[in-house]
């Protein structure tokens, strides 16, 4: 037992339920508002892009979701994921500590993302939906929902951030594999897109604005095309649960429970996926784990945001979630973690972490880059650079132990695989990396771009 390094669970393992937080937390959710007339948005608004047993999903306060057998038959060609005790990055660190990480790299498309695309690409061809519409920044969310439209027979029509379609095309390759078709954005297929590009014909894209083009796609294709978000919806993190839920038993099976759990955020699925499983042990059983979130410096919604009702897209077409936000017309600095580099946070997530539920800290682009190494050097798998933040807490956590030589117990969540970000890699260990913290001048502004919606309690 005691010298293990994998625990694996067998597929008859893979959770039947999905778990929401909601059923358990303390804190009512605030209202989702219309993006014009800053009402509570009515069921109608939010079936042009989503349908029913999504919407459903998103204001349930069921502690339980059934997972469909069609979606749990998809989850076995990479679920239950493996868990494994980081024994050497132990010894590299010499600490006292022990350092477990739960591997959503494992997926098909090479990261947890796959865990709802899949879902999403399912409850859509229940509802009969024969298009979907999403954005994708470097391709990790557009790879895994090509796949699952792929699997239902659904096509999917992907905004791609431009600089990323531009630079990173292998991830656009695979879509393409899948049948997928992606167009970078801003592109001239949407009013939004249009006015970017008028604007600036060199506009380089972000997350917020390939959301606008994706939604209204969407919701102008009279109920053709549903669209699909990757993060942030309370859906989203539902269907990510599965992570937390196998790793608890798999923790067990390791004989021990973590002092802490660390994920890295970027619009927070992957760590409510591996926390809240663990949150719902604190809140119901007296467990005292911490959960600590991850976020880069470049883009420090929760430790230097507000938290404050804001738009969930750069154009305003999305709808209003109150949230922890630098401003959804916010250009972060450009950071090598694509995937973090969202305006807001999941509302589910703000909440608690407002309420002290949940810690949250801001780490810096080269020591991100110099753990996720040191990591890749003692375990052998290459990290996503969103994951490497996740990664530099653990480090740090398991550097504090050793110098207070207290035996902890941490586990982190490797969201993804680094396979396809080698020119990261590459400029890192060209030395071309920077430090970037996001500028204290353009947070200072933030209230003034903030939607002046009355305050709901
Ligand atoms: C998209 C992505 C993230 C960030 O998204 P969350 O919703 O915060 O999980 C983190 N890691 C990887 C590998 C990703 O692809």
Redesign the pocket.
Known sequence: MTDRTRFELPESEIPKAWYNINADSPITPAPVLHPVTFEPVTPDFLSALFPESIIHQEISTERYIEIPEEVREIYKLWRPTPLLRARRLEKALNTPAHIYYKYEGASPAG???SNSAVAQAYFNKQAGTQAMTTETGAG??GSALAMACKFFGINLEVYMVRVSYDQKPYRRNIMETFGATVFASPSMNTEIGRSFLKQDPGNPGSLGIAISEAAEVAALSNGKKKYGL??VLHHVLIHQSVIGEEALKQMDMAGEYPDMVIG????????AGIAFPFLRENLVHGRNTRLIAVEPSATPSLTRGLYAFDYGDTAKVAPIMKMHTIGHDAMPPSIHAG??RYHGMAPTLSALYDAGYIEARAVRQVPVFEAGVLFAQSEGILP?P??CHAIRAAVDEAILARETGQKKVILFNL??HGNLDLSAYSQFHAGQLQDVDYPEEQLEGIQEHLPLVPEFV
């Open positions: 990261s947890h993302k990790q969310w990757g993060s890295c955020v970027g619009g927070g699925s992957n760590f995937g973090l996503a969103e994951s969201s993804g």
